[in-house]
């Protein structure tokens, strides 16, 4: 018999649960391993659609080994994203880390994106640089919408937007089946149980921020200004990606100066369907990150 919606052991290693007020934007939970002063802190930011645990659970434990942990889920996603009022905007998403980094106290972070997330952190470091002494981009782009496919996918977002509001949560799986034929990939090891938290994960978001979110992907483009990028930076490169074409991760890494690159022979999941071979470049990454 399948457990439903159980999550993975690895979030026993997972930093707990804290309620922060951000104020004029709300309350929001947020892991935070804490931990003595003096550790370098590292903010991880998650993908598109799914939410930080999804995207950080094979993480949480051998990041907090070394640096304070702080994540959460973006607008909009995931059990506990906030719930916007208006239309979702990366650049909403990275003042609500830098937001956070004040209510938590909190002077500079390494910045760690995957995909959706690497766009965040980049904004974050043009919107906020104080605060981000180093960046490790995983899985991510400079710009994401460029064949015409994509255009046409762009497209097809905006127009399911307004349904997504009436139909809700019947929409969820016409939405997973839409995207898992554009992009075939799927999250998990085999595991029926941990496919299913993962779902239940996706679910409790909100379809039409969801939508928003990945619009606004669709609509970023930091090749006018990414390569100012002034701080320890780290890229670590999917190379089987059929989400973010590799092309574009190593047209990103190319574009930073004296960017540290570190390419992994598997699909755009390899936080999940690969942790041993994504934890050890990203071990490496942060080490190229944290500055001295």
Known sequence: MVVRDQPP?????????????????GTLQVRDSRGP?????????????????????RSYGPVAERARVIAFDHRGHGRFGLRPDGRVRLEQCA???AAVARALGVEQFVVVGYSMGGAIAQLLWRRHPHLVSGLVLCATAMRFRQTAREWVDYALVRLGEAPAVLLSHRAWPVAERVAAARAPVRVGTGSTRFDEWARSELRAG???????????CQEFDSSSWVDQVDVPTAVVVCAQDLVVPTARQRQLANTIRDATVLEIPTDHLACVNRPAMFLRALDQALTAAVSD
């Open 9 to 25: 052991a690895e979030l026993n290693e997972a930093p707990q649960w804290r309620a922060v007020d951000l104020p004029g934007r």
């Open 37 to 57: 002063a003096g550790r370098p802190v590292v903010l991880l930011l998650h993908g598109a659609t799914i939410s930080a645990d999804v995207n950080w659970c």
């Open 95 to 97: 003042d609500d880390a």
């Open 206 to 216: 909100s379809l039409r921020s969801v939508l928003q979110a990945s619009a606004a």
